[in-house]
Nanobody, 124 residues
Framework: QVQLVESGGGSAQAGGSLRLSCAISGYSFNCISWFRQQPGKGRGPVAILRTGDWSTDVADSVKGRFIISRNQYTLYLQMNNLKPEDTAMYYC?????????????????????WGQGTQVTVSS
């Protein structure tokens, strides 16, 4: 049984940091990602990691501030210099895909496996 369980969300001041974790079990995926759903918007990709070569990509909106990484069973999202617009529900997601298909251009419909989400709230 595939399970993705996020943790680490919470509240922070603008300019602060948070680290999200996602424990993944039940299958070994080659594409694991973080998505977020900001208030009033759909769910969009934030960062992806290709487990085959450990390559990563992040969305332009968080480039230079967010870092995606992993150890064997856990995916992380280090979020630095947080802004109020980073307020969102954050989800980890996983799929099996080609290298090219594992990108921040892939939308939520491309992913089959999801965690339950963790809320991040950033105040100014």
């Amino acid at each position: 049984q595939v399970q993705l369980v996020e943790s680490g969300g919470g509240s922070a001041q603008a300019g602060g940091s948070l680290r999200l974790s996602c424990a993944i079990s039940g299958y070994s995926f080659n594409c694991i990602s973080w998505f977020r759903q900001q208030p009033g918007k759909g769910r969009g990709p934030v960062a992806i990691l290709r487990t085959g070569d450990w390559s990563t990509d992040v969305a332009d909106s968080v480039k230079g501030r967010f870092i995606i990484s992993r150890n064997q069973y856990t995916l992380y999202l280090q979020m630095n210099n947080l802004k109020p617009e980073d307020t969102a529900m954050y989800y980890c997601a996983a799929k099996s895909s080609t290298w090219d298909q594992c990108s921040t251009n892939s939308g939520e419909d491309d992913y089959k496996y999801w965690g339950q989400g963790t809320q991040v709230t950033v105040s100014s």
